[in-house]
T-cell receptor, first 113, second 112 residues
Framework: NAGVTQTPKFQVLKTGQSMTLQCAQD?????MYWYRQDPGMGLRLIYY???????DKGEVPNGYNVSRLNKREFSLRLESAAPSQTSVYFC????????????FGQGTRLTVV | RKEVEQDPGPFNVPEGATVAFNCTYS??????FFWYRQDCRKEPKLLMS???SGNEDGRFTAQLNRASQYISLLIRDSKLSDSATYLC?????????????FGAGTRLAVHP
C-alpha cells in the first residue's frame, strides 16, 4: 500500500531557482495538505485543498503556489526559492469528515543556499 | 497566540515512569482532536483520537475538556520506544471545510 507518496525526498536549490514538490495519494481522500516543519515551530499549514478543484491558504502561504491536479495529486511550487524556505515539507491527505486520520508522506528535505 | 499550544519539553523520564502532556487550543469551533507521534526525521503518524468521554489504548489515555479547551495525553509505564515527539492536533471547521492544525509538539526522552 503506497498511501501518500512525495517526491523528491531531498533537494538543494540555489536562491531564485524554482521547483515543484509532487504529492500523490491512493486512498481516494478528498482533503490534501502541504505543511512545512521547522525546528521549534512544529508543522505549519502552507495550503490545503478540501476537494478536487479547490485550494485555500493556510498559515504560511507566501512564496508558494499549489495545484490540485486531480483527486490524487496536489503539488507545491516554489517560484523563486529563498533561504527562509529551507525546511522539511510534508504532504498529507484525509477524508473530509471530522473524525478522520491524516496520512503523511515521508517528507521532502529542502535546502536553499 | 498560536491556535494549538503545547509545552515543548523535553520531558526526560526513566523507564516505567508515568508522564502527562498537555495541550490547549484557542478556537472553540474545533470539532475533533488527536494525538500524533513523530519519530526523529520521520513523518507524523496517528497515535490516538481524543473523545469527549476520554479514551484509553493500552498504556495511553487521552482526555478532552471542551469547557477549558484542553487536551491531555497520559503515558503509563514508559518504554524506551516511547521516545518521540507527541503532536496535539485539532480539526477545525473553517469556511465550510475541515483543516488540521498542529501544535509544535512535546518531546519525550525515556532513558534506562
Amino acid at each position: 500500500n503506497a498511501g501518500v507518496t512525495q517526491t523528491p525526498k531531498f533537494q538543494v536549490l540555489k536562491t531564485g531557482q524554482s521547483m515543484t514538490l509532487q504529492c500523490a495519494q491512493d486512498m481516494n481522500h478528498n482533503s490534501m495538505y502541504w505543511y512545512r516543519q521547522d525546528p521549534g515551530m512544529g508543522l505549519r499549514l502552507i495550503y490545503y485543498s478540501a476537494s478536487e478543484g479547490t485550494t485555500d491558504k493556510g498559515e504560511v502561504p507566501n512564496g508558494y503556489n499549489v495545484s490540485r491536479l486531480n483527486k490524487r495529486e496536489f503539488s507545491l511550487r516554489l517560484e523563486s526559492a529563498a533561504p527562509s524556505q529551507t525546511s522539511v515539507y510534508f504532504c498529507a491527505s484525509s477524508e473530509v469528515t471530522t473524525q478522520t486520520e491524516a496520512f503523511f508522506g515521508q517528507g521532502t528535505r529542502l535546502t536553499v543556499v | 497566540r498560536k491556535e494549538v499550544e503545547q509545552d515543548p519539553g523535553p520531558f526526560n523520564v526513566p523507564e516505567g515512569a508515568t508522564v502527562a502532556f498537555n495541550c490547549t487550543y484557542s478556537n472553540s469551533a474545533s470539532q475533533s482532536f488527536f494525538w500524533y507521534r513523530q519519530d526523529c526525521r520521520k513523518e507524523p503518524k496517528l497515535l490516538m483520537s481524543v473523545y469527549s468521554s476520554g479514551n484509553e489504548d493500552g498504556r495511553f489515555t487521552a482526555q478532552l475538556n471542551r469547557a477549558s479547551q484542553y487536551i491531555s495525553l497520559l503515558i503509563r509505564d514508559s518504554k524506551l520506544s516511547d521516545s518521540a515527539t507527541y503532536l496535539c492536533v485539532v480539526n477545525k471547521r473553517s469556511g465550510g471545510y475541515n483543516k488540521l492544525i498542529f501544535g509544535a509538539g512535546t518531546r519525550l526522552a525515556v532513558h534506562p
